[in-house]
């Protein structure tokens, strides 16, 4: 699925045929998007000042936005992980970064390789977060270095992601609601795609 796209001034979207991105997601312009990505629903990623550049094994989760500006593109590099809600604006995320939920990134600002950018955080035009910490607030700054098992952690929800996007080219399909749950219907088992250790909570039964 390639989601809703717009050519403007000849620059054409592009979508490696293993990425996945929601059919509600907007793609404008110069939008490149690289193999094994997730863009969920909402996302908009809008190409029409400067280009956007999405790296291999990336995920853009739900109504996050993503926007070019003159002079500065907006590029994620290699299995990046932006949350839900955020914005990223003429910016740089270098590989294996995290940018927390509804976090908002500036123009010329650069998030170091293996950083993760906590929740709900500003990071200011051309401010520069070294690799492999923590930083948060608002305005971001840096808390303190990441351990390597918080950096392998990431990592692995970063693959989830990966998981998900082959998982929906192969099952994801429109459908109608059912009038109510079949009998005996289990709740969604969240091991099939996410690692068991990153489960903070475990349904168990039936829905």
């Not at 809703?4 to 793609?27: K, R």
């Not at 990505?37 to 956007?52: E, N």
């Not at 969604?188 to 349904?203: E, F, G």
Request: a negative charge.
């Amino acid at each position: 699925m390639t989601g809703l796209c717009y050519s403007f001034e000849g620059m054409i979207p592009v979508v490696h045929p293993s990425s996945f991105v929601h059919p509600t997601a907007v793609l404008i312009g110069d939008v490149r998007i690289g193999p094994g990505c997730y863009i969920g629903p909402g996302a908009s990623l809008r190409a029409d000042f400067s280009s956007v550049i999405i790296g291999a094994g990336v995920n853009i989760q739900d109504y996050c936005i993503l926007h070019g500006t003159p002079g500065f593109h907006t590029t994620i590099e290699d299995n990046g992980h932006v949350g839900h809600g955020s914005v990223v604006h003429g910016c740089l995320i270098r590989r294996n970064a995290l940018i927390g939920m509804s976090s908002a990134i500036y123009d010329g600002a650069e998030v170091g390789e293996n950083a993760i950018i906590g929740a709900m955080a500003f990071v200011p035009a051309g401010a520069k977060i070294p690799p492999g910490v923590l930083a948060a607030g608002l305005p971001a700054k840096v808390l303190r270095a990441l351990s390597a098992e918080e950096i392998a952690r990431k990592t692995r929800g970063t693959e989830a992601y990966q998981m998900l996007a082959a998982k929906c080219l192969e099952s994801f399909k429109p459908c109608q609601p059912l009038p109510e749950p079949e009998p005996g219907r289990e709740s969604m088992d969240p091991s099939a795609i996410w690692p068991d250790d990153l489960t903070r909570h475990k349904p168990g039964g039936k829905g």
